[in-house]
């Protein structure tokens, strides 16, 4: 099963801050916006994504249908198989996909509290 681009997404206090912290490391912003109060933060295939007030824990996040190069890939898992095969394999999607195609998003917990958001765009 393939999850595509992995990005983590960070709870931040102060998005401006952030921002530029990340920046020293060599991250620079592809996405998002300041006045939305978050950011997508790319170093090479390392993607990190900056939220301010948007969510409470840090979150795992895959995207189907991309690479960590934020490419669209033509061939891929899509998030409503993915969803099956999580559920087949006994784990409890907390908040599953609503639409029979396209745009689709699931989220579940692991064993240590940590949510994980699988997000497909198309």
């Known amino acids: 099963m393939e999850l595509g681009a992995f990005s983590i997404s960070l709870t931040v206090k102060d998005l ?3 921002r530029a912290f990340y920046e020293k490391l060599g ?6 916006s300041a006045e939305q109060n978050y950011l ?3 170093n090479g295939e390392t993607i990190i994504g900056l939220f301010q007030g ?3 824990k840090n979150i795992l996040t895959f995207n189907p249908g991309l690479n960590n ?3 669209q890939l ?3 898992t899509d998030v409503r198989a993915i969803q099956k095969k ?3 394999a006994g784990l409890t999607v907390e908040e599953t996909v609503k639409t029979e195609s396209g745009p689709g998003h699931l989220t579940l917990v692991d064993p240590d ?5 699988i997000d497909q765009f198309f």
């Open 69 to 71: 190069r934020k490419e």
């Open 54 to 56: 948007m969510f409470e």
């Open 27 to 32: 991250f620079q912003p592809t996405g998002g």
């Open 86 to 88: 999580l559920e087949a």
């Open 16 to 18: 401006g801050v952030s």
């Open 40 to 42: 997508i933060m790319v």
């Open 74 to 76: 033509e061939d891929f």
């Open 113 to 117: 509290g940590n949510p994980i958001l």
